[in-house]
């Protein structure tokens, strides 16, 4: 309970509009970056808009609940990452990997036919420098007006951050694996 009483006014800017696009940005070492942005996903495809999903980390071998409704609702969707660096048995090839990501990401950024370009767990390899964080930004920066994007991961590049229109910081409190608890099917994937 809180001694603070509910707002009675609402401060709107002395002159609100409508913006062409977004980019968002969710980041933090808390749970929830990707799953906010597959919620941005559904609102997105409830307008009608086309969507696109380029995971730079996960693997096929997840099989996440996301992807799978995501495809069924039309999702354009590419799992192009290897898995978590500490399982890959090449940091080269998973750079690579990453790197033809990015390509892919690009053209369908630059080809601009989606409304709304999710890039899960883009700030990993732009953090180890898989990919120019340079380029990158410079790309959004530049990207067709009507396209909007997320972008997730920890310890987003400044450079994104001061970039983006919203910046949303997932902070951990609490979280089943610090106890010893693997991730739950339906929950965490």
Same mark, same amino acid.
């Given at each position: 309970?809180?001694?603070?009483? %509910?707002?009675?006014?609402?401060?709107?800017p &002395?002159?609100?509009?409508?913006?062409? &696009?977004?980019?968002?940005?969710n980041? !933090?070492d808390? @749970? !929830?970056? &990707?799953?906010?942005?597959?919620?941005?996903?559904?609102?997105?495809?409830?307008?009608?808009?086309?969507?696109?999903?380029?995971?730079?980390? @996960?693997?096929?071998?997840?099989?996440? !609940?996301?992807?799978?409704?995501?495809?069924?609702? !039309? $999702?354009?969707?590419?799992?192009?990452?290897?898995?978590?660096?500490?399982?890959?048995?090449? =940091?080269? @090839?998973?750079?690579?990997?990453?790197?033809?990501?990015?390509?892919?990401?690009r053209?369908i950024?630059?080809?601009?036919?989606?409304?709304?370009?999710?890039?899960?767990?883009?700030?990993?390899?732009?953090?180890?420098?898989?990919?120019?964080?340079?380029? $990158?930004?410079?790309?959004?920066?530049?990207? %067709?007006?009507?396209?909007? $994007?997320?972008?997730?991961?920890?310890?987003? %590049?400044? &450079?994104?951050?001061? =970039?983006?229109?919203?910046?949303?910081?997932?902070?951990?409190?609490?979280?089943?694996y610090?106890?010893?608890?693997?991730? =739950?099917?339906?929950?965490?994937?």
């Open positions: 309970m809180t001694d603070t009483p %509910p707002p009675t006014e609402h401060a709107l &002395s002159d609100p509009s409508i913006p062409t &696009s977004l980019l968002l940005v980041t !933090g808390g @749970k !929830g970056k &990707s799953t906010a942005a597959f919620g941005t996903m559904l609102r997105a495809l409830a307008r009608g808009w086309d969507v696109a999903v380029i995971q730079f980390i @996960k693997s096929g071998d997840w099989k996440s !609940g996301e992807e799978t409704i995501a495809r069924r609702l !039309g $999702v354009d969707w590419h799992v192009l990452g290897d898995g978590f660096s500490w399982d890959a048995d090449d =940091l080269e @090839k998973s750079a690579e990997i990453a790197s033809d990501a990015w390509a892919l990401a053209r950024l630059d080809a601009g036919d989606h409304g709304l370009l999710i890039l899960d767990e883009i700030t990993y390899p732009m953090n180890w420098d898989w990919i120019d964080t340079d380029e $990158v930004v410079s790309a959004l920066d530049r990207r %067709p007006a009507h396209v909007n $994007v997320v972008a997730t991961g920890r310890d987003a %590049p400044q &450079s994104l951050i001061d =970039l983006a229109d919203t910046v949303t910081e997932m902070v951990k409190v609490r979280h089943p610090d106890r010893g608890l693997l991730a =739950l099917r339906g929950i965490d994937f």
